[in-house]
């Protein structure tokens, strides 16, 4: 059974740091791109920050320079560091995957975990 599991959510003042983590596992041949959405309240869903099995990378507007997307491909984990936090970055924050198994590629999504930024 393959899953994705974030974790690192939680509360945190504004202009403060959180890190996230999302861990890949299961019966997997490959992984191509990685990524972080967020929605919040009443909102899309949006990307916020994608890298690729070839390391390139590229950020939502909203987060760069603030966000740090990083991957570790030994350990099929992607991380995003998030500095100077906003209130309007409040938002449940989910990872995708874009994963072989079986014999096709799949996408594949985590639970969530909840970011709350407190003014």
């Known amino acids: 059974q393959v899953q994705v599991v974030e974790s690192g959510g939680g509360l945190v003042q504004a202009g403060g740091s959180l890190r996230l983590s999302c861990a890949a596992s299961?019966?997997?041949?490959?992984?191509?791109?990685m990524g972080w959405y967020r929605q919040g309240p009443g909102q899309q869903r949006e990307l916020i920050a994608r890298?690729?099995?070839?390391?390139?990378?590229n950020y939502a507007d909203s987060v760069k320079g603030r966000f740090t997307i990083s991957r570790d491909n030994a350990k099929n984990t992607v991380y995003l560091q998030m500095n100077s936090l906003k209130p309007e970055d409040t938002a449940v924050y989910y990872c995708?995957?874009?994963?072989?198994?079986?014999?096709?590629?799949?996408?594949?999504w985590g639970q969530g975990t909840q970011v709350t930024v407190s003014s």
């Open positions: 995708r995957a874009d994963m072989f198994t079986g014999f096709r590629w799949n996408q594949y």
């Open positions: 299961g019966s997997i041949s490959s992984i191509n791109a």
């Open positions: 890298t690729t099995s070839g390391s390139t990378t």
